[in-house]
């Protein structure tokens, strides 16, 4: 029979034995997975996504910026055609300013056979699509030829708002044609670019300039004043964003080496 000294050394061996066969078993285990990861299959695999990612960051980078540079040109097709057609109804204009007007105090008149039709039908011209009136529009983009100007300038805010990533959404349109807007970014500057074209367009849509006392009181007194129509639309269309291009201002007042600082 053992003795109790003879059970212990035994059940010592035991243990011992069964961490050895524990750590040759972990030893294999780690062995195996190195060789794994070291294997023709898991470097093939691990280059391949790593090579894969990359290729769809990379190519995702320049669509973006194919999509941007997209849009950036776009824009300034936009600008450049609107603003050409803001030049055009002050270029048209301008044979009926009476170049004899003192300019004082911006006070140029237009001539005795301008009127209220001669101006309606600028504004329609400058409105509509120049495929309606060619005589007095021109266009930059052939593309635009059958667009108005309203539809040019809400695309232009469209992508404004893609540009800036500012969603605004139009709550109420009041009757001094003006909107009330929510954004989901409070970015003000570039609110106010985009409210800035958007107002212009409906301005035109609406037909607002004939609805304004600063335009209607002259003509039925008699003698409208250059600069009341450039007031109103210096302050309701241009607003300080299309008067880049085309220096339509410096023709109308060239002659008189006036400038008016409306």
């Not at 794994?36 to 990379?58: D, H, K």
């Not at 001669?118 to 060619?134: D, G, H, S, Y």
């Not at 335009?215 to 008067?243: Q, S, T």
Request: hydrophobic share 40%; glycine share 2%; aromatic share 14%.
């Amino acid at each position: 029979m053992l003795t109790e000294i003879e059970k212990e050394k035994i059940r010592s061996e035991e243990i011992f034995r069964e961490e050895v066969r524990k750590e040759l078993a972990t030893s294999e285990k780690k062995s195996k997975t190195w060789m794994f990861m070291n294997s023709s299959i898991f470097l093939w695999f691990l280059s391949a996504v790593v090579i894969g990612l990359v290729s769809y960051f990379y190519n995702q980078y320049h669509q973006n910026l194919a999509v941007e540079n997209q849009r950036l040109r776009r824009i300034n097709q936009l600008d450049f055609e609107i603003e050409n057609r803001v030049s055009d109804f002050w270029i048209n204009l301008e044979p009926f300013i009476n170049k004899a007007t003192s300019p004082e105090n911006g006070s140029i008149s237009f001539n005795s056979t301008f009127n209220m039709d001669t101006l309606q039908c600028f504004w329609k011209a400058f409105k509509n699509a120049p495929i309606v009136n060619p005589k007095f529009s021109t266009i930059v983009y052939e593309e635009f030829d059958k667009r108005t100007t309203p539809s040019l300038m809400f695309e232009l805010s469209s992508l404004l708002e893609d540009k800036y990533q500012l969603k605004v959404v139009d709550l109420v349109h009041e009757k001094n044609n003006t909107l009330k807007f929510k954004i989901n970014k409070s970015d003000s500057i570039h609110l106010l670019e985009i409210r800035k074209v958007r107002n212009a367009a409906i301005f035109i849509s609406e037909n607002a300039i004939f609805i304004d006392k600063r335009i209607k009181a002259p003509f039925l007194a008699g003698h409208p004043w250059v600069g009341d129509l450039w007031n109103i639309f210096e302050k309701r269309i241009v607003k300080d964003r299309w008067n880049t291009y085309f220096d339509y201002r410096r023709v109308l007042w060239d002659y008189s080496n006036y400038n008016p600082g409306f």
